[in-house]
């Protein structure tokens, strides 16, 4: 069977997608307590570092086959296996927790007496479903998900507007910069999931010309909009006591004798984001398996990913609370060392080599 390859639209939609998910829970209250009212400024610059990294991953994955080899080809074959092996249980990890994190979503946002031992199995086969799948049809997928995603966010900031004050996000002075840039890091670890669709670069399809970008400018407008509005209605203070600020500014907001509390819909709507994401993890991860051995099948490897996560994701955690500070905190800062710092160390190792060669030949010229 032929490698399946994605579109530059379709590869970009399926991370942002799947970084929808984790962006909503974390941001901007994990970046608060460092840059204060500065919390979406330490976003927007974390945006220009982001996309540096994927660029340096894309030039060391295009003189491989994927981001698998290319660990490999630059670290050695064994060093190179035990890294993508940790790649692997890490990204196990994560997919438990975005398991036990989406059905507590759920189970909430029904305002009912029910049971995360019914959410929780639901959302696991339907994520082992469209996993076992056709990675083309799943990034296919995950394109609609992106515009319904986008178009209640534009829906919800657009009707919080009128409660926006300013002065909860400006001014902002020059002491408050160390704040704002420090925060860049914590923002860094939460964008720390989109490392395993980076290992589909291999997937990618060489296309001639250049892309609109509307995807990006939708990604960016969502990003940023919801950290402004949720701020700018909040206030710093009240932001940091929210659970998840932007279900309580869905909450907020209503047009009189048409609808509302759409909290709920917008909580079930955002289920479209876990799955994109947990979708994200595990072709990332079979693709890492393939690079330890090619000859890992799809179905299988998925199965006993799934499985395993559904069992971790309802025994690890003590309660919901737990799950959701376990995100946070631990979470974070492994996205920080295996999402970001490894392959900024990878690339630096790519880059020496690159420079190493060319210095070499044109010694011996």
Known sequence: MGREELSGVQFKTLIYTGLMAPVVELLPNIVLPIAGKGAWLSILLALPVAALLAKWLLQMSTEQTGLAEAIQTECGVWLGRLILIL???????????????????LLLAGERDGSLWFFLPVIAVLVLW?????LVAFARTT?????????????????????????????VWREDMQGILVGVIPVMG????????????????REKRGARGYETIGFL??????????????GVALTEKLSIPFFALAKSV????????????VAAVWMFADLACMGMLLYGMWNIAKGVYSNTPQKSFVSCCVIPAVVIGAAAFSDGYTA?????????????????GLPVLLCFIWHTKKVFNKTEKSVDK
Request: aromatic share 12%; with cysteine; net charge positive.
């Open 87 to 105: 790649y692997l249980l890490w990204g196990e990890w994560l997919l438990a927790l975005r398991l036990r994190l989406c059905a507590q979503r």
């Open 254 to 265: 209503g047009v009189e004798g048409a609808f509302q509390r759409v909290e709920s819909m």
């Open 143 to 171: 394109q609609t998900f992106f515009w319904i995603l986008l178009a209640c966010t534009t829906l919800i900031m657009c009707l919080s507007l009128t409660q926006v004050k300013m002065e909860y996000l400006l001014p």
């Open 130 to 134: 469209m996993s076992r799948g056709k």
């Open 221 to 234: 407008f969502l990003l940023i909009a919801q950290q402004v509005v949720i701020l700018g209605s909040f």
């Open 190 to 205: 939460t964008l720390g999931y989109g490392i395993y669709g980076m290992f589909l670069l291999g997937n990618l399809k």
């Open 324 to 340: 959701e500070q376990m995100g946070r905190e631990f979470v974070v800062i492994g996205n920080l060392i295996i999402g970001v």
